[in-house]
């Protein structure tokens, strides 16, 4: 079974810090994607990851998908309380549908 | 604009009846859709996947008989919590996949569903 194991699974930090969320799986996955969801609303895509060791930048965040393509990882540079979500990595399993990791609940105080 | 809609938005039933949830595609045919539980500060769960024409496969542990799943056109999937109970109250989000050039998922705004 693949598995997308997340962490932190909470972060409160306050503005103007920055913060790393994690994405880790023991399987090769084609591409991982990274959605981030407010309250009573369906997740948005932020970004799909394709190619081993690639990085892509969005505005202050910045994601990276490791070599092995099995890991990704979500850098947000100066958090702002704009960024305050529930931040997701998923992926297509081997049946094609995609499952999330378990998410990561970020608070940012202004 | 949202290219997924589901309706209601939100809805309060009683213990014991039964509520339907919609699912639409709006401006494309979407042979397969999927829906996906989400309990408060926890992750999407996948429940089944609804094909167009035929039978919705289920992911372990989801019962059939509990959650049907109609998927009558290439716009249209239904969820129908069946004999509802408070623990089935949760946010319940479909999705749609999108034929073409890497085959798009887009996601429902969602549906708060409250059995009391």
Known sequence: TQLLEQSPQFLSIQEGENLTVYCNSSSVFSSLQWYRQEPGEGPVLLVTVVTGGEVKKLKRLTFQFGDARKDSSLHITAAQPGDTGLYLCAGYNQGGKLIFGQGTELSVKP | ?116
């Open chain 2, 1 to 116: 604009g949202a290219v997924v809609s589901q309706h209601p938005s939100w809805v309060i039933c009683k213990s014991g009846t039964s509520v339907k949830i919609e699912c639409r595609s709006l401006d494309f045919q979407a042979t397969t859709m999927f829906w996906y539980r989400q309990f408060p500060k926890q992750s999407l769960m996948l429940m089944a996947t609804s094909n167009e024409g035929s039978k919705a496969t289920y992911e372990q542990g989801v019962e059939k008989d509990k959650f049907l799943i109609n998927h009558a056109s290439l716009t249209l999937s239904t969820l129908t919590v069946t004999s509802a109970h408070p623990e089935d109250s949760s946010f319940y989000i479909c999705s749609a996949r999108r034929q073409g050039p890497g085959n798009t998922i887009y996601f429902g705004e969602g549906s708060w569903l409250t059995v009391v």
